[in-house]
């Protein structure tokens, strides 16, 4: 732990190694929580993890029906006995789905907002003869007459396919259905009259294996919900011009402060810094009356204009950076009749790179992340930038669909990870020779 | 004379752009924000000059200074917080290890996430029912609540203030007992003003016997300090820790202490300290520039790892420290991104930060005169709490001599 240059001994290592692990943990795991979850299924983020291999790897159930092998849902447990019957028959007529409380039994409804009767009845799904349905005791089948009593009140013939009617052999009996990669997005299922016509079937504990069930399904389906290509480039757009912006400006005025000495040089400089200090939400409602007064506010240019025109604390790092410039550089340039701008172009830019990079970084960073900036200026949803369109996603739901919602935040994280890794070294350096930003 | 003007112009040439931002992006609506402050102002029509009445608005608006408070009571309690968080790591993270810069991508990954997904990850973590906290949490929380059960049954009758005057006490005799054992007030006052037989002749112990009562003292003020924090906590707080409701549970912990912040608080501030990796990563940046040579001569004195931390490191980087804990002040009083998506302020206003306020008022209630209204309270607020940082900290703070 101290800076000589010897090899820390093991037995420090060790624990230090140790604490250090420990501490990592509890930096990933929230990022591990969130991959994971977003390649689970839906099913999945509603039901407490039962170990830490649950918690981190979606789960499924894989079950024959019929001779073929289907990932499945567990619907639910179903106990038939006498008092509580369950038949599964065959109706020899057609009838409108929305006639029975299911087709897979009444509980289903209340368990999964995917699978409502409305959704069924506003698609007006047909029960038809090639199709089985779960009969139970609010829509009985009677195996005498061969009937089927909807809860509508109609009655179907129907062919019995299996009674039952006790649990047999002490085995719990679940009722499971076809599970197709679309369920995955909550708006989708429904939407289709095929959702009914989905294998299913009761089965023994015994027919059924868990598997593991990654759904990578789940992030095309969330970048939809977040109207991606359109939020990306809204947000591209403004980086874009920020970075381009405050990379010109923050230059000029820098080389200003650092190599022209004019009266007044100091004091503006001083109140450049004073400038950082001051919140933004002091300054937020009359920048908004500004902005709005210029007819801006539904436009972008309230995220970017304001960097055309220079950032305290850009302008502070490059005069710093200036400042360590040989100066007989710029005097030779002087002397052989350069113009400022003409010494700025091609003497310092070309040693400027480095912290150039960094503060087009340091704005990428910004801009991508700003939230508060585009709910104040943007209202119309195409214009949406990542952040804004993602909080409007999670909003509209009250919070249910947390696989997408994580599918579409780590799309979201991504690029600014995938920069890290390939700046990592401006980064470093940025972080050693600044250590001020935020 | 004509070269000055020349380069005078010049240089304004190149500042004009940043002058006219100074002027039209910051100063005019810094100042327009006061004028605005003492006006009614109807969004569709222009500002109507009232004077103080929104200030006199703002001292009876409870929920104003609730959201004051709120904010006051975070930055409280997150800035110390994760200066120590981010100090700690960093000295581990300067230890010279094998792997010791994958550990510094991974503690500083958190910083790259944009803060609307970290607010959606983390309702997501806080999930009272299927979060992976609580899943965690549940074994710890059995654990706690088998330690401090037998503890708050002792607790219950004794009344609270007992606590605090227990932690006054063991710390005042902790610190005497600290100076006087120390080598400086040894050489100062020995001989002249303390004869022997003041003191309870405690400066006729022996060197030994002094450090021995000096560690025993810090060791009762820890005590107290443990005995004072369980007398807040009820057996109610005991059984929440096992699966706290985190965003949706008002009550603050301990409950018995009406200013501790809400479950709803500690979950964004715990929150926050996870993206306290990024101020590791500075502190490590000028722990790097620390001289050795201080080490070295501390290591000819026979000096201890947290001697030298105390004494060599922490002085070392003291304006840093500083640094941070001033601009964790302003940016605790710009909170807004977390509460606005992962609470709206709730439950019972427990997360109504200041600038969520704000935007409340000028945005949701169109209420533009009283929203800068708060914005120049919160200035005041601010530029107050600055300086009394920087008071506190200007004998405490070295500066190396350039």
């Known amino acids: 732990m101290s800076s000589s240059d010897k090899p820390t001994p093991w037995y420090l290592a060790t624990p230090v190694h140790g604490i250090l692990l420990v501490g990592a943990i509890f930096f990933v795991l929230p990022l591990l929580w969130m991959i994971a979850t977003s390649f689970k299924p839906l099913e999945q983020t509603l039901k407490v993890p039962e170990s830490i291999t649950e918690a981190l790897v979606g789960v499924g159930h894989r079950a024959e029906i019929d001779g073929r092998v289907y990932e499945v849902v567990l619907e639910r447990q179903i106990m038939p006995s006498a008092d509580d019957p369950y038949w599964i028959v065959r109706p020899l007529e057609e009838f409108p789905a929305g006639e029975m409380t299911h087709p897979f039994g009444p509980e289903t409804w209340r368990k999964y907002p995917i699978f409502n009767q409305e959704e069924l009845q506003r698609m007006e799904a047909i029960v038809t003869s090639r199709m089985k349905v779960l009969a139970d005791r609010i829509n009985p089948y009677d195996d005498e007459n061969g009937i089927l009593r909807l809860q509508s009140g109609r ?189 700025l172009w091609h003497v310092v830019v070309p040693l400027t790179k480095a912290p150039l990079a960094m503060v087009a970084l340091f704005q990428f960073l910004g801009s991508w992340k700003d939230f508060m900036g585009p709910l104040i200026y943007l209202n119309n949803s195409s214009q949406f930038t990542l952040s804004l369109s993602l909080q409007s996603f999670s909003s509209e739901h009250g919070g249910t669909p947390w696989h997408l919602l994580m599918a579409a935040s780590t799309v979201f994280s991504l690029p600014l990870i995938i920069l890290f890794f390939f700046t990592i070294r401006t980064f470093i350096r940025s972080m050693s020779t600044t250590g001020l930003k935020e | 004379m004509k070269r000055s003007t020349h380069l005078t112009l010049t240089g304004y040439a190149f500042i004009a752009p940043w002058l006219a931002a100074m002027v039209f992006l910051i100063g005019y609506p810094f100042a327009a924000s006061l004028y605005f402050s003492t006006c009614e102002y109807p969004p569709l029509r222009g500002p109507l000059f009232i004077g103080a009445g929104n200030y006199q608005e703002l001292a009876h608006d409870a929920v104003f200074r609730g959201s004051m408070l709120i904010t006051i009571i975070f930055a409280v309690v997150a800035i110390p917080l994760g200066v120590v968080l981010a100090l700690t790591l960093a000295l581990f993270l300067n230890s010279r290890i094998r792997g010791r810069s994958i550990y510094r991508v991974v503690y500083y990954l958190p910083h790259l996430v944009p803060s609307v997904a970290v607010a959606i990850l983390w309702m997501w973590m806080f999930n009272p029912q299927f979060g992976i906290l609580n899943v965690l949490l549940s074994p710890f929380g059995k654990i706690i609540s088998l330690l401090f059960r037998p503890f708050a049954a002792i607790t219950l009758g004794v009344p609270a203030w007992l ?53 025993l003292s810090g060791a009762l003020f820890a005590a107290a300090m443990l005995f004072a924090l369980a007398l807040w906590l009820s057996p109610s707080d005991i059984m929440k820790v096992q699966s706290p409701g985190w965003l949706t549970d008002s009550n603050p912990f301990p409950s018995m202490l009406s200013v501790a912040p809400s479950w709803a608080l500690w979950a964004l501030i715990y929150m926050s300290l996870w993206g306290v990796g990024q101020m590791a990563i500075i502190y490590l940046a000028k722990l790097q520039d620390v001289p050795v040579s201080l080490y070295e001569v501390a290591d000819l004195d026979g000096a201890n790892w947290w001697q030298k931390t105390r004494y060599i490191t922490i002085p070392m980087i003291s304006p840093v420290i500083l640094f941070n804990v001033v601009m964790g002040i302003i940016g605790a009083f710009q909170v807004f991104t977390e509460p606005y998506i992962m609470t709206s302020g709730g439950p019972e206003d427990r997360t109504r930060f200041i600038a969520m306020f704000i935007y409340d008022q000028a945005f949701q209630y169109q209420r533009l005169g009283y929203g800068s209204a708060v914005a120049w309270v919160l200035f005041l607020v601010i530029v107050g709490l600055t300086l009394l940082a920087l008071r506190i900290s200007r004998d405490r703070v070295y500066y190396a001599a350039r």
């Open chain 1, 155 to 343: 009655e179907v013939k129907a062919e019995l396919v299996k009674a039952l009617q006790s649990v047999d052999g002490g085995e719990q009996l679940w009722l499971v259905r076809e599970w197709r990669s679309e369920d995955t997005d909550t708006k989708e299922v429904g939407s289709t009259s095929a959702d009914i016509t989905r294998a299913w079937a009761v089965l023994p504990e015994s027919g059924i294996r868990r598997s593991i069930r990654t759904i990578p399904q789940n992030y095309p389906a969330a970048l939809r919900r977040v109207n991606f290509v359109r939020s990306f480039l809204n947000t591209m757009f403004v980086c874009v011009m920020t970075v381009v912006g405050v990379l010109i400006s923050s230059l000029i005025v820098a080389y200003g402060f650092a190599f022209i000495d004019f009266r007044g040089r100091e004091s503006l400089f001083k109140m450049t810094l004073a400038t950082m200090m001051i919140p933004f939400p002091i300054v937020m409602v009359p920048t908004y009356l500004l902005y709005r007064k210029l007819g801006w506010v539904g436009t972008f240019k309230p995220l970017w204009v304001w960097s055309w025109f220079g950032s305290a604390f850009f302008i502070f790092l490059l005069r710093q950076f200036l400042l360590g410039l040989p100066k007989d550089l710029l005097d030779a340039a002087r002397i052989d009749g350069c113009s400022e701008l003409e010494i």
């Open chain 2, 163 to 215: 606590g605090l005057i227990l932690v006054a006490i063991t710390f005042a005799l902790w610190r005497w007992l600290k100076r006087l054992s120390s080598p400086l007030f040894q050489s100062e006052v020995r001989g002249d003003s303390l004869k022997p037989g003041k003191l309870w002749n405690l400066n006729q112990w022996s060197e030994g016997r002094r450090v021995l009562a000096s560690r």
